[in-house]
C-alpha cells in the first residue's frame, strides 16, 4: 500500500506544481490579450464617430454660419483645423487622444477634459443609483419566478419583465413624471437636487461630484433626503431597463441550480423549500449575474442619454444630447470616446471575474 501511495503524485508534487504554474500563465496570456483588445474596440468605435460626425458638415459654420462675415467664418474654419484634409485632422485628433487632449468645445470654447470633469459624475452616481434599482428589483422577482415555475407568479412575472424591457426609456420617464410628480406630487420631476442644495454643495471646500456623498459627508440630514428624493425617478427610470435582464438571469440559474445534486440532497435531508432557494441555491445562482451587469453598463450608458434629457439630470447624456443638435465635433467625440473606453475597461473586468471564478475560461 505504501508503494502506491508514493507513485500517484502528491498534491504539492512537482506535477501539480507545473499544472498550477501552466494555468496561471494561461490566465495572465488570457488577460493580457483581452487587455490588449481594450485598444482597437475604442479606436474602432471613435474612428466611426470621427468620420460620421464630418459627414454632417462642421460645427463652425452651424453654430456661427448667420452671425460672422465670410472672412471670419473661414478665419475661425482656419483657427479649428477643418480646412484641413480629412485624414490630417483624423490623424491629429487621434494623436491628442494619445496625450489626453481632447479639444476643445465649438459651441462654447472650453475644455471637452473640463466637461467630461464637471457632468462625468453626474452620470456615474446616476449608473449607481439604476444598478441599487436592477438588483433590488431583478434578482427577487427572479426568486419569485423560479420558486413558482410556470405558475401564475412566474407567468406575470415574464409578463411584466417583457412590458417593462420593451417600453421605450424617455417614455417611461415621462410617464413616472406625469404619474408621481404632477398627479401625486410626491417627487421632483428634475434636477439632481434643489437649487439651495446645489449650491451649497457646489460651495463646499471639496467635493466630488456626486451629490449624495457630498451631502452625507456635509452632515446634512435634510440636503441628503433632498438629493434622494431627485434621484429616485431617473434611478428608478434606467434600473428598470437592467432589471428585466437580472430577473431573467437569475431565474434560469436559480432553476438550473434547484436541480443540482448538492441542493437534492439537502431536500431530502427536510430542508424547506424557502431555505433552499435563499441559502443553498441563490448564491451560485447569482454569479453569473456579476458578469452580466458589468455587460449591461453599455446599456446604462446608452440609457443615460435618454434618462438624463427625460429629468434635466445635467450628466454626460445629457450634454452629449446637447452638443450633437449644435454638431459639436470634438465634444462628442470626446464623450463617445470616454463611454468607449468605460465600456471596454468594464468588459475587460467582466472577464477578469469570469476568469477567476470558472478556470475554464481560457482561450
Known amino acids: 500500500m505504501s508503494v502506491l501511495i508514493q507513485d500517484v503524485p502528491g498534491a504539492t508534487g512537482p506535477a501539480s506544481q507545473s499544472g498550477a504554474g501552466a494555468g496561471d500563465r494561461g490566465l495572465a496570456r488570457y488577460l493580457a490579450v483581452r487587455f490588449l483588445l481594450i485598444i482597437p474596440t475604442v479606436l474602432a468605435l471613435v474612428s466611426v464617430v470621427f468620420f460620421l460626425m464630418r459627414g454632417t458638415g462642421d460645427s463652425i459654420t452651424t453654430a456661427f454660419g448667420d452671425r460672422l462675415t465670410p472672412a471670419q467664418l473661414h478665419a475661425k474654419l482656419h483657427q479649428a483645423g477643418y480646412d484641413r484634409p480629412l485624414l490630417t485632422q483624423y490623424l491629429e485628433y487621434l494623436r491628442g487622444l494619445a496625450v489626453g487632449d481632447f479639444g476643445r468645445t465649438a459651441t462654447d470654447d472650453q475644455p471637452v477634459s473640463a466637461v467630461l470633469r464637471t457632468y462625468g459624475a453626474a452620470t456615474v452616481e446616476l449608473a449607481g443609483y439604476a444598478l441599487v434599482v436592477a438588483l433590488a428589483v431583478g434578482v427577487p422577482l427572479g426568486m419569485v419566478a423560479a420558486a413558482y415555475r410556470d405558475r401564475a407568479p412566474d407567468v406575470a412575472m415574464r409578463l411584466v419583465v417583457i412590458l417593462g424591457y420593451a417600453t421605450p426609456v424617455f417614455f417611461l420617464g415621462l410617464l413616472f413624471k406625469l404619474v408621481f410628480s404632477v398627479w401625486l406630487g410626491w417627487l421632483p420631476s428634475s434636477g439632481r437636487a434643489s437649487i439651495g442644495v446645489q449650491l451649497e454643495l457646489q460651495n463646499q471646500s471639496s467635493t466630488t461630484g456626486l451629490y449624495l456623498v457630498d451631502a452625507l459627508r456635509s452632515g446634512d440630514g435634510a440636503a441628503v433626503v433632498d ?127 469570469a476568469a477567476l471564478i470558472d478556470p475554464r475560461v481560457r482561450y
Open 227 to 353: 438629493v434622494l428624493e431627485h434621484a429616485v425617478l431617473p434611478g428608478l427610470t434606467l434600473g428598470l431597463l437592467v432589471a428585466g435582464v437580472v430577473a431573467r438571469l437569475v431565474r434560469t440559474n436559480l432553476i438550473g441550480t434547484l436541480s443540482a445534486d448538492y441542493v437534492e440532497s439537502a431536500r431530502s435531508r427536510g430542508v424547506s423549500r424557502f431555505r433552499l432557494i435563499t441559502r443553498h441555491a441563490t448564491r451560485p445562482a447569482l454569479i453569473p449575474v456579476v458578469t452580466v451587469l458589468g455587460l449591461q453598463i453599455a446599456g446604462l450608458l446608452g440609457g443615460a442619454v435618454l434618462t438624463e434629457t427625460t429629468f434635466e439630470w445635467k450628466g454626460l447624456g445629457y450634454e452629449l444630447a446637447h452638443y450633437l443638435s449644435a454638431r459639436d465635433f470634438p465634444a462628442v467625440q470626446g464623450i463617445v470616446a470616454l463611454f468607449a473606453v468605460v465600456v471596454a475597461l468594464t468588459n475587460f473586468l467582466v472577464d477578469v471575474v
